[in-house]
């Protein structure tokens, strides 16, 4: 089972945005609407910012948005705040109940 | 409101095992999926395996060959997680968290359990 592909680095001034892509396989990410992402900071437990591709849980700022292409997920966030400074995971349910995580991506607010 | 809670950190020798606790409440055990996810030190996540606490039902990563046992005691709202033959590659955090069943949302994480195997 390997892991999805994501970028290791992303980056952004304030108040731009930035925009982290997550590519699987028509056995993940093409096969299912169950793409999530995650933000990290370090020593901490991933928070759920996006789940089913788009869908934000509460309290998670609408600057935090999500998509699907084929194969291809990404995550947008919208006027960078420092505070996005993080890793950003994506996941995706696989086949057979199985999930699988990305890379990884460091996002760095400049 | 959700909470999970682990256990605490462990130290174990290669070829041994850990079982790492996860304890929750404020939201019915047995209409949930527990899974597990791990992160060794500046790695990504990796997602080892779910117990449906309801039926007991598992399914574990093939990426475990077979080391990973996932149990859960709904008596006690908590579920455990059994990493068998450990070697130093199994250094990790180790996270469970709570979905509600079906919900594919990962949404109530613990606060992560560091096992170190060393010898």
């Known amino acids: 089972q390997s892991a999805l592909t994501q970028p290791p680095s992303a980056s952004g001034s304030p108040g731009q945005s930035v925009t982290i892509s997550c590519t699987g396989t028509s056995s993940d990410v093409g096969g299912y609407k169950y793409v999530s992402w995650y933000q990290q900071y370090p020593g901490k437990a991933p928070k759920l910012m996006i789940y089913?591709?788009?869908r934000r849980p509460s309290g998670v700022p609408d600057r935090f948005s999500g998509s699907k292409s084929g194969n291809t997920a990404s995550l947008t966030v919208s006027g960078l705040q420092p505070e996005d400074e993080a890793d950003y995971y994506c996941?995706?349910?696989?086949?057979?109940?199985?999930?699988?995580f990305g890379t990884g991506t460091k996002v760095t607010v400049l | 409101q959700v909470q999970v809670v682990q256990s605490g950190a462990e130290l174990k020798k290669p070829g041994a095992s850990v079982r790492v606790s996860c304890k929750t409440s404020?939201?019915?055990?047995?209409?949930?999926?527990i899974q597990w996810v791990r992160q060794a030190p500046g790695q990504r996540l990796e997602w080892m395996g779910w117990?449906?606490?309801?039926?007991?039902?598992?399914r574990s990563s093939q990426n475990f060959q077979g080391r990973v046992t996932i149990t859960r005691d709904t008596s006690a709202s908590t579920a455990y997680m059994e990493l068998s033959s450990l070697r130093s590659e199994d250094t990790a955090v180790y996270y469970c968290l709570q979905e509600d069943w079906g919900s594919f949302r990962f949404e109530y994480w613990g606060q992560g359990t560091l096992v170190t195997v060393s010898s």
């Open positions: 089913e591709v788009n």
């Open positions: 996941s995706s349910y696989a086949s057979s109940n199985t999930y699988v």
């Open positions: 117990i449906n606490a309801g039926n007991g039902d598992t």
């Open positions: 404020g939201a019915t055990f047995t209409s949930s999926a």
